[in-house]
């Protein structure tokens, strides 16, 4: 098995996918000559070629939409955002036509499109550019979201995406582009749906997606370490579907949860899992569900402030050790 | 209206030879020698400003994205400079220069940058989310294009409150294919409105030329036509022909009540931002070929020479002055504290800010 980087395995499985069927098209801001913005998709015009690897205008609405509609005829187009928050001016695309079309006909058209790129805060780079949206987008019945957080995930989850005929919204992290880990040559697949536990451990669950895995990870660390609390780590990995028997099986263990995530927490993504727990594990619960989450703001551009405001180590291990209590 | 112009890159790289053919207009010979040394001198501060910010972003204190306005002085100059009380300006993320035109100061301007309290926005919107409502500059946006239809609808307001006045939207060749600009578009003519829309065409929007962008008509000026609006083409590295063209336009806007869109051929000189190791789109020879023989403070300089309005020695002044003002807004921006974690869930709703027995909702809104 290589140890490579997030970006790398991202980067591989649009090479397997580009390789395994001639219907995937990649396409979006700087992908091709320029070799993405974020060099994800570095070397994949030079190897596929100008059909198969495809710069667009800064026109999300148009390209975005024209992907879509591609998709409805079976070509399945991978679209890179350069950041999911300009998904925001392709909203309706995304929202109205992607998520609707296969309902609204009755089943006889799919949108087989993926939509990729990173939806991350943490970059100083103020609020505009800052926004997360797995929640608000998982919201809609007819789409699909994934938060990888690993290169292990990132390469098994884009390519089943690419395999599905849903759409599927892929939320990547510009910071966990450099992150390292294991990740097989061979072919595979991380099913969508499918949560994992990242660090197995009796006293305390910890959920969580996307980076705040990370950060979970290194809190577990900490309590173990400083405090002899076991703590089990589960990542969502996928947001919808969301594997709730993961979740579940985990809480009737340890009897207590920390739900961790970056977004903010009106209606973010662990209020839903709050209620998954408490509606179907609520004997099973020692202790109140807590919470960490984004501080409910607009993304401050200061750096120092911005590392507070989202969830850091410190916070996680403070309000785990609440839990515990 | 203008035919279209279309400098190409070969043909703009020729050195401008003796006085700008502009330097009588109306525009310009209206200026006082005191006006042009003025005008001269924030085109210099901009300059000496953003190189300022190179430094302080190698030095790691400026994070995020930061878009430098070098190369592209004469566009806000010369437009900015025309303006009154009741023209506003909004633009994109590139905002730093606009931001010094309307009279913003270098220290908050950089403690902005900074992310300290003490900046234009107390630390929250960055670099390219520079705001100065007071000076009638409603930003600084990070979307490309979002602020076409802000501006369009400042405009609305103007008219709405009987003002002779105008917006000006500065915005990239790469934003002019956002939805959202065509849309501004249609408004401001379907509802005649006094927006100038200011396309600043450096050629490239990040990595993509504009030629690899963009489908059009011979210039991207010209779209305007689609809709019934006038447009027009500008030399931007001669900011008396900047002057006198974006003058035509503010008439229109001020006595007509009607929208206009023009071209403004630019260039800069670094990477779209400093992020962009600017290595594989353009030739160096390009930027050398820019930087020589159009730069637009060294041309402007020039011909104030030859008017004998600078002399080199006020030019160096000046030009030391910029320097020292720039160092010193560094200072300023180092020794500035941050805001603090209780800052963060301020400026978010008027109301919260404002919490009284008259304040109209009840109920969270902030949440933990
Ligand atoms: C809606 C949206 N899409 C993409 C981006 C990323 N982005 C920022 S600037 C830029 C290029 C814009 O080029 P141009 O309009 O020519 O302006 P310039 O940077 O040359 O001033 C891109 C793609 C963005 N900020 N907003
Ligand atoms: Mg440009």
């Known amino acids: 098995m290589a140890v490579i980087s997030y970006r790398e395995a991202l980067r591989a ?33 030079k190897e596929f070629g100008p059909k198969r690897v495809v710069d667009t205008p ?11 509609g591609a998709s409805m005829l079976g070509i399945r187009p991978v679209m890179e ?11 309706d695309q995304i929202v109205n036509n992607a998520g609707n079309i296969r309902y609204m006909s009755g089943g006889l058209i799919n949108c087989p499109i993926v939509i990729r790129g990173p939806g991350n805060g943490g970059t100083n780079v103020g609020a505009t550019h800052s926004h997360t949206p797995e929640a608000i987008l998982a ?13 292990y995930d990132a390469k098994g989850l884009l390519k089943a995406a690419i395999r599905d005929n849903d759409p599927v919204y892929v939320m990547e992290n510009t910071i966990l582009y450099n992150d390292k880990g294991e990740v097989p040559d061979e072919d595979y697949i991380v099913p969508l749906g499918v949560a994992d536990v990242k660090r197995v451990g009796t006293d305390l669950t910890i959920v969580a997606h996307g980076r705040a895995v990370i950060t979970s990870l290194k ?3 900490i309590l173990e370490q400083e ?29 207590r949860a920390l739900l961790v995530e970056e977004n903010k927490p009106f209606c973010g993504v662990d209020a839903q899992v709050a209620y998954l727990i408490q509606s179907r594990a609520f004997d099973e619960l020692d202790a109140p569900i807590h919470r960490v989450s984004s501080i409910d703001a607009p993304q401050i551009y200061c750096k120092r402030m911005e590392d507070q405001q989202l969830p850091d180590v410190n916070r996680v291990v403070r309000e785990a050790l609440k839990v515990l209590a | 209206m203008a035919k279209p112009a279309v400098l190409t890159h070969p043909e703009s790289l020729k050195r401008l030879a003796g006085p700008s053919e502009y330097a009588k207009d109306p525009a310009n010979a209206s200026m006082s020698k005191a006006d042009k040394i003025a005008l001269y001198t924030k085109m210099a501060r901009i300059r000496h400003f953003e190189q300022r910010c190179i430094r302080i972003y190698q030095q790691g204190k400026i994070g995020g994205f930061l878009h430098l306005y070098v190369g592209q002085e004469a566009v806000a100059a010369g437009t900015i400079s025309l303006l009154g009380k009741h023209d506003h300006i909004i633009t994109g993320y590139r905002d730093h220069g606009h931001g010094l035109m309307v009279g913003m100061g270098m220290n908050e301007c950089m403690a902005e940058l900074t992310g300290r309290v003490t900046g234009c926005s107390q630390g929250k919107g960055g670099s390219m989310h520079y705001f100065a409502p007071d000076k009638n500059y409603w930003g600084g946006h990070g979307i490309v294009g979002g602020q076409a239809p802000l501006g369009t609808g400042l405009a609305y307001a103007v ?79 001669d900011v008396y022909e900047v002057r006198a063209k ?3 336009a503010l008439k229109r806007a001020h006595e007509e009540s009607k929208p206009t869109v023009l071209e403004i051929f630019t260039y800069r000189y670094f990477g779209h931002s400093m992020a962009d190791p600017d290595k594989t789109y353009r030739d160096k020879e390009e930027i050398k070929g820019y930087r020589e023989n159009k730069d637009p403070v060294l041309l402007f300089e020039q011909e104030l020479l030859r008017e004998k309005v600078l002399t080199p020695e006020l030019s160096q002044k000046i030009n030391e002055a910029a320097m020292a003002e720039a160092d010193k807004a560094a200072i300023f921006a180092d020794e500035s504290p941050d805001p603090t974690v209780a800052d963060i869930t301020k400026h978010i709703y008027w109301e919260e800010d404002n919490r009284g027995p008259d304040t109209t909702s009840r109920g969270t809104i902030i949440f933990e």
């Open chain 1, 13 to 45: 499985a649009m090479r397997d996918e580009l390789k395994r069927d001639d219907k995937v098209v990649i396409m979006g801001e700087e992908v091709a000559q320029f070799n993405g913005a974020y060099k994800v998709t570095e070397g994949l015009l």
């Open chain 1, 58 to 68: 800064i026109s999300e609405a148009g390209f975005i939409g024209l992907g879509i």
């Open chain 1, 81 to 91: 955002l350069m950041f999911w928050s300009f998904s925001y001016v392709a909203f």
């Open chain 1, 139 to 151: 919201s809609h019945p007819g789409i699909k979201v994934v938060c990888p957080a690993t290169p």
């Open chain 1, 219 to 221: 809190a577990a660390e």
């Open chain 1, 227 to 255: 405090h002899g609390v076991s703590v089990e780590v589960v990542d969502l990995r996928s947001i919808r579907p969301l594997d709730e028997e993961t979740i579940l099986a985990s809480v009737r263990k340890t009897h």
């Open chain 2, 159 to 237: 008219k709405y409150m009987g003002l002779k006045g105008s917006c000006f939207v500065f915005m990239g060749d790469g934003a002019v294919n956002q939805g959202a600009v065509h849309e501004a578009y249609n408004l401001a003519a379907l509802w005649d409105l006094p927006v100038v829309f200011v396309i600043e065409n450096n050629g490239y929007s990040m990595g993509t030329s504009q030629e690899r962008s963009t489908a059009h008509p011979g210039c991207l000026a010209k779209r305007a036509e689609g809709y019934g609006m006038a447009w027009d083409v500008i030399n931007g590295h």
């Open chain 2, 246 to 248: 974006t003058a035509v």
